[in-house]
């Protein structure tokens, strides 16, 4: 079997947060291969550990895919804080006598966006509303190539290791069977800290999802989970993700003195393309309706953010929602059906982007999660939970479809869903031996078999 079917065999998406079936994207030739390892969001350990305790796998599987696309240079990006990483890659390279190359970015925020990295390693931009492929380019991450050098060994995708961190009581990674209940991974981390109420943030501080902390139970691991963290209730993150869509727009109206730091700083903005989210503000500020602005270009141009939230975070000093605003935007164009027409290029950094990159650690301070960011995490605790909920839908596309019925037994590792016949989707694995309890519209359910 080749790579490409080694990997669509095995079930891999994408394990940096987007969830593109891995098959679909090497899927070409390029001049690049881009290797994400410097980990974007502030509080996720995963890649750091993987990098460090998997480097020779990870390094094995980046010669594979590179020599797969044909790419003349492959880079695994770090940032040059990571010492340990630094070391435990360039060792396992030297061992293999491998043309991976170490490419090693200031720490900054977001130095793991895929556009901005694209930007770092080869000074070039890729084109707004493109793709890195667009300008020779290929990005995967640490997370998805330790899965490609799995699936090379004939074992497909059912574990995935996640960080789980923040107010419990030992922050630890997880390796979990997909479908493992988030509960689980807090369990195994001690439990949550005592004293405040807490919420659960599903990914990183920045790009992930807020629940209360009951959810823990009705949510699972899926193959683009990457964090499990619990924050203060009280804290800059809770606060800012639940202000109503009302109360964002009537902020944006009322307060934004039109500073322009939302722009200046915008790493979309500084790596080239004509996203101006302080035009944006300024018009969604003077519109009766901000639904009767779709038709306007500029308005349009939200569809440019990638959600990062620097904007948010770091540059707005009155505390105002951009990201929102584009989030709320991109939307309303989406139901609409409108897409932005592609600016005519050519495209390249603007030279005052040196100096304006944002500093993680200031992120996460203002984000209220500032105590964390220090932690390193070693312990790995591998979960077997009595019970998986596997999804259907664990990448972007269509949902699997199921090839087993309740009552089967199956063993780790045996196919339950198949790809969709059309349209992007991936396979999907029994994470552990067990019967079927439930096959539902939407997930698998598995009871472990006793050992
Ligand atoms: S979230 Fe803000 S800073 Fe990030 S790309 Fe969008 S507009 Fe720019
Ligand atoms: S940084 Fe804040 S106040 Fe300044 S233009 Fe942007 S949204 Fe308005």
Known sequence: MDLLNQIRSAGIVGCGGAGFPTHVK?????????????????????????MRHRAAQIVRAVGQVGEHIGASRLLIVLKETYEEEIAALRAAIQAQGSPVELFLTRNFYPAGDEQIMVCEATGRTVPPLGIPLEVGVVVSNV???????????????????????????????????LGTPLSACIEAAGGKQGGEPLRLLVGGPLMGTVYPLEKADELYVTKTTGGVILIREDSGLVHLRERSAKAILRQAKTA????????????????????????????????????????DPEIQHAQMCCECGVCETYACPMGLAPRQVNHLLKQALAKEGIRSPKPEGPF???????????????????????????????????????RV??????????????????????????????????????????SVSGVISRVGEAEIVIEREAE
């Not at 982007?353 to 591998?382: F, P």
């Open 348 to 386: 390249s950094p603007r030279e005052d982007r040196e100096w304006r990159r944002a500093s993680s650690r200031r992120i996460a301070a203002r984000l209220g999660v500032g105590e964390c960011y220090d932690i390193r995490i070693d312990e790995l605790a591998e979960l077997h939970p009595v």
């Open 256 to 295: 934004c003195i039109q500073c322009s730091y939302c722009t200046q700083l915008c790493p979309r903005y500084l790596i080239g393309h004509p996203l101006h989210p302080h035009k944006i503000m300024r018009k969604v500020a003077y519109a009766e309706d901000p639904a009767q602005l779709l038709q």
């Open 389 to 430: 909920t596997l999804a259907l839908r664990q990448s972007i596309g269509a949902p699997a479809v199921p090839v087993v019925h309740a009552g089967e037994s199956v063993s780790c590792g045996q196919v339950v869903a198949e790809a969709p016949e059309k349209g992007l989707g991936v396979r999907l694995h029994a």
């Open 143 to 177: 997370g998805t190539m330790d899965r490609i050098a799995d699936a090379v060994e004939g074992k497909p995708f059912t574990h995935k290791e996640v960080t789980v961190t923040g107010a419990v009581e030992r922050p630890v990674i997880v390796r979990a069977p």
């Open 26 to 50: 090497l899927n070409c030739k390029a001049e690049y291969l881009l290797v994400n390892g410097a980990e974007c969001e502030p509080l996720l350990r995963t890649d750091h550990w993987l």
